[in-house]
Structures are given as C-alpha cells and as structure tokens.
C-alpha cells in the first residue's frame, strides 16, 4: 500500500500494537499530528480503529486475538510504502514467513510480545512497539514513533 506524501520532507508514522479495545488517552495525545497510524494487530474491537483513524489514516493488521467478525477480516501482513522506505507489518515475528532483506523492505515492524524492542539485522529494521493497553514483564504502556526522510528511519519508543 503506498502512502503519499509529496514535498513532506519528514514523514511522522505512530505505531501502536496490542491494545485489546483500549486506547489511552496517553495513546491519542502521543499520536496527535502523526501523518500515518500503523497497528501491529490485536486491535481488540473496531472502536480503536475509529479512534486511530479520527487522528491519520490506518494500515491495520490482524493479530492473533482479532477474531471478531469485523476483525477477521483485516490482513494478517501488509506492506506499506511512505517515502522511498518500504515497510512489512506482521503481528506475530514468528510467524515471519520472508526474507525480509532479500524482499526489500526496509523495516518489519511486529506486536504480540507486548514488549518494546528496536533491532537491526540484516540491514532491516526490527520494531515492536510494546503495548499501548497491556505491557508486560514491567515494562510500561508504549507505542512508537517513525520519523522517516527520504530512505532514512528514525525509531523513537514512547512510554505512555
């Protein structure tokens, strides 16, 4: 799915993954003036993608608890293109079944673990950015930040 945005010179993409039907209010300001909203899949109801969608437009994929009839029907991968880098949304990171790298994309970001995590391999970006509504093993409420220019990504984890 491509995403224009034309004589943008940095483009602002909120990644949120794992919020179960809730969205904290911490969750919206810190999405506000995004150009793009990205969920990482266990969306939980449509009420969240309708939030997500007042503030930017959403790529959404589906996760592992999304079973609800609505839900369903969401992808369970999809690629996004935002400027010259290309993205690959997947909620499950085991579930990973390409090569990321030798398929082009520039960054696979994942949910599920309910942990932030920020990587590299293969010159491919790795992010997971936590859970806006049920972290786990002490780690706080997040969600994260892309600031992308060009072909260049800048990864920021926010704590909500």
């Known amino acids: 799915m491509p995403v224009n945005f034309e004589n ?42 309708d939030k997500l969608q007042s503030i930017a437009p959403v790529v959404a994929v589906r996760g592992n608890m999304d079973g609800g009839d609505s839900l ?20 499950d990171i085991h579930r990973l079944d390409i090569a990321p790298s030798e398929s082009g994309f520039d ?12 990587a590299e391999n293969r010159g491919v970006l790795f992010l997971n950015p936590g859970s806006a509504a049920q972290p786990r093993r002490n780690f706080p409420a997040s969600l994260a930040l892309l600031h992308i220019r060009g072909n260049s990504i800048k990864t920021q984890i926010v704590n909500i």
């Open 8 to 49: 943008k010179g940095n483009v602002v993409v909120g990644v949120i993954s794992d919020t179960h039907g809730l969205l904290p209010t911490t969750a919206v300001k810190a999405l506000k003036g995004v150009d793009l909203i990205i969920h990482a899949g266990d969306v939980g109801n449509n009420e969240v993608l």
């Open 72 to 91: 369903r029907e969401l992808p369970e991968t999809e690629a996004v293109e935002v400027a010259d880098v290309l993205l690959y949304v997947i909620h």
């Open 107 to 118: 960054a696979v970001i994942h949910g599920h673990l309910h942990c932030p995590s920020v």
